[in-house]
């Protein structure tokens, strides 16, 4: 059983940045895959993030490589992605999620997070 919940979303101009934060709780953290997900309204659920277990590997979609960076600190039990020069079309709800290995997929994910909102502003 693993608990994972987003924070640091909200509002920004063009051009800013953010940094959200998904928190584990209940099993253990390091040693499961780490995943960012995104949804924007009238869209599906695309990839954005993903890092390894060992944090020896990390995947980013095309659309965020160079911008966004995600990270982890397996002593915070913390998930983080750091997102830079943001757009408006970065708007969207951002899913934390874990599994057992880093993929793209989001079905390979067992555990997920109630989503943090993300808004750009033009």
């Given at each position: 059983q693993v608990q994972l919940v987003e924070s640091g979303g909200g509002l920004v101009q063009a051009g800013g940045s953010l940094r959200l934060s998904c928190a584990a709780s209940g099993r253990t953290f390091s040693s499961r895959a780490?995943?960012?997900?995104r949804q924007?309204?009238?869209k599906e659920r695309e990839f954005a993030a993903a890092i390894?277990?060992?944090d020896s590997s990390t995947n980013y979609?095309?659309?965020?490589?160079?911008?966004?960076?995600?990270?982890?600190?397996?002593?915070?039990?913390?998930?983080?992605l750091q997102m830079n020069s943001l757009k408006p079309e970065d708007t969207a709800v951002y899913y934390c999620?874990?599994?057992?290995?880093?993929?793209?997929?989001?079905t390979q994910y067992a555990y997920w997070g109630q989503g943090t909102r993300v808004t750009v502003s033009s």
């Open positions: 780490m995943a960012w997900f924007a309204p009238g390894s277990r060992s979609a095309d659309s965020v490589k160079g911008r966004f960076t995600i990270s982890r600190d397996n002593a915070k039990n913390t998930m983080y999620a874990a599994g057992g290995f880093i993929s793209t997929m989001s």
